[in-house]
T-cell receptor, first 115, second 114 residues
Framework: KAGVTQTPRYLIKTRGQQVTLSCSPI?????VSWYQQTPGQGLQFLFE???????NKGNFPGRFSGRQFSNSRSEMNVSTLELGDSALYLC??????????????FGSGTRLTVV | EDKVVQSPLSLVVHEGDTVTLNCSYE??????LLWYKQEKKAPTFLFML????IEKKSGRLSSILDKKELFSILNITATQTGDSAVYLC??????????????FGQGTILTVHP
């Protein structure tokens, strides 16, 4: 089955602009989580969506937002970009059901550079 | 605050060596510990551990969890250059605020020389 698809792969934006990233999970998976990866902070959790509802949110400012559509595809948006937002943004797909044994499959990420 | 610490942060070995990567954690309401390998971009899943003392194996890789001492190790025997990567340890917790969230360690950068 197809894996987790993230688009675009690379993005260069200017400070102050906004950006939208997309993530299509594995077919049948209803949960999508987003992470920011930087050399200094490592992988940090942004938020998680399940059945079009945000169930969990990390410690990021309100400039970071997301949504999920009825087909489970998710988008995240960053407004008023700052240089520090330059990072690899990863999404992870999982079935989302209450089970001890579900794992998370990651996409290849979107590399965002803010100049 | 949940915390995951990996050691060493980097490791350089030669092909054929055996390596042990460490992961310790301090979390509330532990559910599972996961190991990932990250070569270029996408972390790829290696193991999920939920029970103490049960070793999981996949080829030359194996991992075990100690829930009493709050740590896990990842062993790689007969290393190959293709094992060069960042190895990430992550923990998930149970409870309402845990949905979709993994807390990651800093990662161990493994370099295997021919």
């Amino acid at each position: 089955k197809a894996g987790v698809t993230q688009t675009p792969r690379y993005l260069i934006k200017t400070r102050g602009q906004q950006v939208t990233l997309s993530c299509s999970p594995i077919s049948g998976h209803r949960s999508v989580s987003w992470y920011q990866q930087t050399p200094g902070q490592g992988l940090q959790f942004l938020f998680e969506y399940f059945s079009e509802t945000q169930r969990n949110k990390g410690n990021f400012p309100g400039r970071f937002s997301g949504r999920q559509f009825s087909n489970s595809r998710s988008e995240m948006n960053v407004s008023t970009l700052e240089l520090g937002d330059s990072a690899l943004y990863l999404c992870a797909s999982s079935p989302g059901t209450a089970s001890l044994n579900y794992g998370y499959t990651f996409g290849s990420g979107t590399r965002l550079t803010v100049v | 605050e949940d915390k995951v610490v990996q050691s060493p942060l980097s490791l350089v070995v030669h092909e054929g060596d055996t390596v042990t990567l460490n992961c310790s954690y301090e979390v509330t309401n532990f559910r599972s510990l996961l190991w990932y390998k990250q070569e270029k971009k996408a972390p790829t899943f290696l193991f999920m551990l939920t029970s103490s003392g049960i070793e999981k194996k996949s080829g030359r890789l194996s991992s075990i969890l100690d829930k009493k001492e709050l740590f896990s190790i990842l062993n790689i025997t007969a290393t190959q250059t293709g094992d060069s990567a960042v190895y990430l340890c992550a923990v998930s917790v149970a409870g309402g605020t845990s949905y979709g969230k993994l807390t990651f360690g800093q990662g161990t950068i493994l370099t295997v020389h021919p």
